[in-house]
């Protein structure tokens, strides 16, 4: 069964500071990796992805997460965060039946 | 322009109704899913429905069942409501799971009294 963890329900960060945000899957399938985020009020958008290939992937927007098979971990990074990257993030994985499963969620706030 | 719009975006219903919340798609997609966000923020897949195949999480229970009269809607209705559905509830679409993920709607508040 595929599955993912969160480690932290909230991270609470000040403006310009490095942030990191703990994800760890297991899975029975070809590992597919997502982070969504989600701004009050509003439907999950699509932060970043990996399929395959190189280990690290990037955002438009500055976030990188990287891949680590061995620990089984993809973690979210951004070295300087801004107050409007205040939102829930979610780590997902995809799950045979070609479906997303879920973490629980992050909420990132960042404080001035 | 939205690709997936859900309607309504709020409902608020007596225990023991019955509600549909709809929801389309304008992205050409093969696959729509449902997903029940709690007030924990934790998501859980409902359904998910192309037009060959539906998967329906075997924790759902059967008071709830989609509906998908074309390939660009996934109607969502709720019988005998109860307390505990109440929830936010997302919409997706998603054409090539690899490549672009989920396309999600907006979201529809739900709340049973």
């Known amino acids: 069964a595929q599955s993912v963890t969160q480690l932290d329900s909230q991270v609470p960060v000040f403006e310009e500071a490095p942030v990191e945000l703990r994800c760890n899957y297991s899975?029975?399938?070809?590992?597919?990796l997502f982070w969504y985020v989600q701004y009050p009020n509003q439907g999950l958008q699509l932060l970043l992805k990996?399929?395959?290939?190189?280990?690290l992937v990037e955002s438009i927007n500055g976030f990188e997460a990287e891949f680590n098979k061995s620990q089984t971990s993809f973690h979210l990074r951004k070295p300087s965060v801004h107050i409007s990257d205040t939102a829930e993030y979610f780590c997902?994985?995809?799950?045979?039946?070609?479906?997303?499963?879920f973490g629980g969620g992050t909420r990132l706030m960042v404080k001035p | 322009d939205t690709a997936v719009s859900q309607t309504p975006k709020y409902l608020v219903t007596q225990m023991g109704n019955d509600k549909s919340i709809k929801c389309e798609q304008n992205?050409?997609?093969?696959?729509m899913y449902w997903y029940k966000q709690d007030s924990k923020k934790f998501l859980k897949i409902m359904f998910s429905?192309?037009?060959?195949?539906?998967?329906i999480n075997e924790t759902v229970p059967n008071r709830f069942s989609p509906k998908s009269p074309d390939k660009a809607h996934l109607n969502l209705h709720i019988n005998s409501l109860e307390l505990g559905d109440s929830a936010v509830y997302f919409c997706?679409?998603?054409?090539?799971?690899?490549?672009?993920?989920?396309?999600f709607g907006s979201g529809t508040r739900l709340t049973v009294v």
């Open positions: 899975s029975s399938v070809s590992v597919y």
């Open positions: 997706a679409s998603s054409q090539d799971l690899a490549n672009y993920g989920y396309t």
């Open positions: 990996y399929l395959s290939g190189s280990t």
């Open positions: 997902a994985v995809r799950t045979a039946g070609n479906m997303l499963t």
């Open positions: 429905y192309n037009n060959k195949e539906l998967i």
């Open positions: 992205l050409g997609h093969d696959t």
